[in-house]
């Protein structure tokens, strides 16, 4: 079950800033309450985007999620102050379309599979939820370090996941755990990274730079998994390339 599959690279995680601390890592948080807020909005975006991966096609799922970039301009906006010109809104449109476009032209809306409402909801909320995990990011880098909110994200997130996956648990098998891991490794790196770079990237930057996430998947599914997409969706990955940069570029020229 995909609130499982969450479940456990979360833990994951955790177990891996631990193991880290009792080797020397030192952690010193400073606003618990800003931590918490981080975790609950974190562990929620993950558990919306796992289960409606688990119920709607992966493309689908995935072009839903990365609408979060729009919520993260919107929300640093209000909360932040963080300036958000025609341009930038602009560059969000344009990187949307893009994805959009990619999804499409990758052939993941095959089949006559019926999408129940339920669950496309699902997938908005979870990119509601992400954008204001990486505006709470943002505002607390200010004084909180990267493995401090790394580890309260996935120490709440463990628990916000651990009610669903006590109700439909399932035993994972030796080809499971693999990919499981794998999963919570490539995970820890990347979200300790993003954490990270939030200290001196604006929320809106970084919500354009998050856009090339499902671009990056795109192309990893082609060499990995043979998933080749048409003319139309290289065409879309070209166009939310474009996006990002012109975003960037013309954020950096202000």
Known sequence: PGAQVACMRLSLGAVTVVVLAAGGLKLRPHNLAALLLRGLLGGGAVLFYFVAIAHLPVGVATLLNNSS???VAIFSWV??????SLRTLLALLL????????????????????LEWRWVLAALCSAVLAGGAVTTVRAMRKREGSWEIF????????LVTAVPTAIDFVWPTSRDMFWVVLTGLLSIGSQVLTTYSLKDVPAVRAGL????TPISTFALGAVWLGEFPSLFGWLGAGVTIGGVCWGMLQRSSK
């Open 151 to 158: 580890l309260a994200f996935c120490l709440i997130g463990s």
């Open 95 to 114: 990187t949307s379309v893009g994805v959009a476009m990619v999804v499409l032209g990758s052939g993941s809306f095959g089949g006559n599979r019926p």
């Open 209 to 212: 730079i998050l856009q090339l």
């Open 79 to 84: 909360f932040l102050r963080e300036p958000m």
């Open 69 to 71: 970039p729009l919520f």
